[in-house]
């Protein structure tokens, strides 16, 4: 098994692992990443069509210049949605099958880019099944449809021991793909999707929180069918951006009423309780870092997050702080790197250098 994050680009990957752990978040990237070295425009086809109708004329006369991405949920399609009849009149009376619009794109000869099947092992009819057979192996869909050797299929989905809706999936289909069974990020790793993906649009608390307690990222739940709430991945960056952008101003108990639907009752009420210690202002801690040790762990990584979202006045004056750090708790400035903004790292990093050098040499040697 391997985290989704050292998962790369293949042909006829399928990715196997728990609900919420970044599957399609990383196949996504992966996919700009590969139009971005093959300078390519990438373009998510079930989003930008609808922006602009007329990528489309802009794809078929110049194919060559765009890579598509397209996440097809495969419980919602059937074979008859693949190919519908045209009748045509000539000399030979016949019936023409054409495709979707999104489809046929796939088809153009140059054309490079990523069809990704998501959800593959929710399939609840056989014949669904079995269109996906020569749809990854011989990348034939419906009558006459072939698709470009330059686009990858990907797929992915949840093993049935942690979703009720999963089941398992033929041989022949399985036989035609190269399984891997995948696991969730690290908290290092969901924070520096956090920082490259939203800026400073989330609420540092959650990672701060998360890099207190690592076994809060992903916890499933006990029964696959379940009415609770339970941590993942997706579900902390849905809470750290609403905690960001909508709940500032909520009453209280909205605000814990949210965070317990998002994370479970468990790890949230742990969080609720985090979240509302009060801590030093910034610039206080920048000024007279001695009263970190006045603060009990949670309270000091707390504060570390309203320091990592003031993190200018810490490039301007913040010897003492990490001079402070440094005599008394390494662990913290690792802390104030992986919150920092992905934009201010290396300078960061520049500016306090002996300091970070001691704090991961200390982090070499404890590992």
């Known amino acids: ?45 079930r989003r930008d069509l609808k922006r602009r109708p007329e990528l489309v004329r802009e794809i078929q006369q110049n194919p060559g210049k765009f890579y598509l991405y397209w996440r097809i949920v495969v419980p919602h399609v059937f074979p008859e949605d693949l190919s519908f009849p045209l009748k045509v009149e000539d000399i030979l009376k016949y019936v023409q099958f054409i495709a979707p619009r999104e489809l046929m794109l796939f088809t153009i000869p140059d054309i490079y880019g990523v069809m990704y099947l998501d959800e593959i092992t929710n399939v609840a009819r056989k014949d669904q099944e079995s269109m996906t057979f020569s749809w990854i192996n011989e990348k034939e869909i419906a009558w006459s449809l072939q698709l470009s050797d330059n686009v990858k299929i990907v797929a992915a989905g949840n093993p049935p021991e942690v979703s009720s809706v999963a089941s398992t999936l033929s041989a022949p289909l399985i036989n035609r793909m190269i399984r891997v069974y995948v696991e969730p990020p690290t908290v290092e790793e969901w924070i520096d999707y956090m920082v490259t993906r939203y800026g400073d649009g989330w609420d540092r608390r959650t990672a701060a929180f998360l890099m207190m307690f690592r076994d809060s990222l992903y916890k499933p739940p006990k029964d696959v069918s379940t009415l609770d709430s339970f941590p993942t991945p997706r579900s902390w960056t849905r809470l750290a951006l609403l905690l960001r952008n909508e709940l500032q101003d909520a009453p209280r108990e909205f605000v814990e009423a949210v965070i317990l639907g998002c994370v479970g009752d468990e790890v949230g009420a742990k969080f609720a309780a985090f979240i509302v210690k009060k801590v030093p202002r910034p610039e206080e801690v920048i000024e007279k ?14 504060a570390m997050s309203a320091i990592a979202e003031n993190i200018e006045m810490v490039l301007r004056r913040g010897e003492r702080l990490f001079d402070y750090l440094d005599r008394t708790n390494r662990d913290l400035i690792i802390l104030l790197f992986y919150l920092t903004p992905r934009q201010y790292r290396r300078q960061l990093l520049l500016s306090f250098r002996q300091y970070f050098e001691n704090a991961v040499r200390d982090a070499a040697a404890f590992i």
Request: cysteine-free.
């Open 289 to 302: 870092p001695e009263i970190l040790g006045n603060l009990d762990v949670e309270a000091q990584y707390l």
């Open 1 to 45: 098994m391997v985290r989704i994050t050292q998962i790369r680009l293949i042909d006829r990957l399928l990715l196997i692992g728990p609900p919420g752990i970044g599957k399609t978040e990383h196949i996504r990237y992966l996919a700009e990443q590969e139009a971005k070295r093959l300078g390519k425009t990438f373009v998510d086809v």
